[in-house]
C-alpha cells in the first residue's frame, strides 16, 4: 500500500513537473511578457567595429530569439557611414568612410528581415548634406528620426536597455 501511494505521489510530481516546465516555456516564448527591448547605439564609423556591432546584434538574437526581441539600432553622426554608399563617399566630404558594401548590406538585410529596426537621424541626414534615396541604403521615411541622441532617450524612457558596442 505504501508503495503504491508512493508511485501514485511520484506520478503527481513527474506530471506536474511536465505541467510547469511546459507553462514556463510557453510563457518565455510570448514576446508580450518577456520581450527584451534594447537599442543599440552606433556613432562612429569605424568598419570594422560597425560589424563587430552587428555581430553582437545578430548574436543576441542568437540567444534569445527574434520573436522574444525588440531591437532598434540608431545612427547619428559618423555612424551614418553604416548605411551611405561608397559611391556617395567623394559627394560627401564630411564622412571618412562609406560602410555599405554588399557585405555590409547583406547583414543588414539579415538583420531586418529578423525584425530589428535601424533609425537614421535627421540632423545628421541634413546637416551632411545626405542625400536619404541616393546616398543610404534602404532608408525609408519611417526610418528617419528627428534626432539620434533624443531617439535613445526617448527609447531609454520607453524602458529600452541601452546598448554602445
Same mark, same amino acid.
Given at each position: 500500500?505504501?508503495?503504491?501511494?508512493?508511485?501514485?505521489?511520484?506520478?503527481?510530481?513527474?506530471?506536474?513537473?511536465?505541467?510547469?516546465?511546459?507553462?514556463?516555456?510557453?510563457?518565455?516564448?510570448?514576446?508580450?511578457?518577456?520581450?527584451? *527591448?534594447?537599442?543599440?547605439?552606433?556613432?562612429?564609423?569605424?568598419?570594422?567595429?560597425?560589424?563587430?556591432?552587428?555581430?553582437?546584434?545578430?548574436?543576441?538574437?542568437?540567444?534569445?530569439?527574434?520573436?522574444?526581441?525588440?531591437?532598434?539600432?540608431?545612427?547619428?553622426?559618423?555612424?551614418?557611414?553604416?548605411?551611405?554608399?561608397?559611391?556617395?563617399?567623394?559627394?560627401?566630404?564630411?564622412? *571618412?568612410?562609406?560602410?555599405?558594401?554588399?557585405?555590409?548590406?547583406?547583414?543588414?538585410?539579415?538583420?531586418?528581415?529578423?525584425?530589428?529596426?535601424?533609425?537614421?537621424?535627421?540632423?545628421?541626414?541634413?546637416?551632411?548634406?545626405?542625400?536619404?534615396?541616393?546616398?543610404?541604403?534602404?532608408?525609408?521615411?519611417?526610418?528617419?528620426?528627428?534626432?539620434?541622441?533624443?531617439?535613445?532617450?526617448?527609447?531609454?524612457?520607453?524602458?529600452?536597455?541601452?546598448?554602445?558596442?
Amino acid at each position: 500500500m505504501k508503495k503504491i501511494r508512493f508511485l501514485v505521489a511520484l506520478a503527481t510530481i513527474a506530471g506536474m513537473t511536465t505541467l510547469f516546465s511546459a507553462q514556463a516555456t510557453a510563457a518565455s516564448a510570448d514576446p508580450g511578457t518577456t520581450a527584451q *527591448k534594447v537599442v543599440y547605439h552606433i556613432n562612429y564609423d569605424d568598419p570594422k567595429l560597425q560589424a563587430a556591432a552587428l555581430r553582437n546584434v545578430q548574436n543576441h538574437i542568437n540567444a534569445v530569439g527574434a520573436e522574444n526581441l525588440d531591437v532598434k539600432v540608431v545612427l547619428h553622426g559618423n555612424g551614418l557611414a553604416l548605411l551611405l554608399d561608397p559611391d556617395s563617399l567623394e559627394r560627401l566630404p564630411k564622412f *571618412k568612410h562609406a560602410n555599405a558594401t554588399q557585405d555590409m548590406t547583406a547583414r543588414i538585410d539579415g538583420l531586418r528581415d529578423q525584425g530589428i529596426q535601424f533609425q537614421v537621424c535627421a540632423n545628421t541626414i541634413k546637416g551632411r548634406s545626405v542625400d536619404q534615396a541616393d546616398d543610404l541604403y534602404y532608408v525609408e521615411e519611417a526610418d528617419i528620426v528627428p534626432s539620434g541622441v533624443a531617439q535613445l532617450a526617448i527609447l531609454q524612457a520607453q524602458g529600452y536597455a541601452y546598448i554602445k558596442p
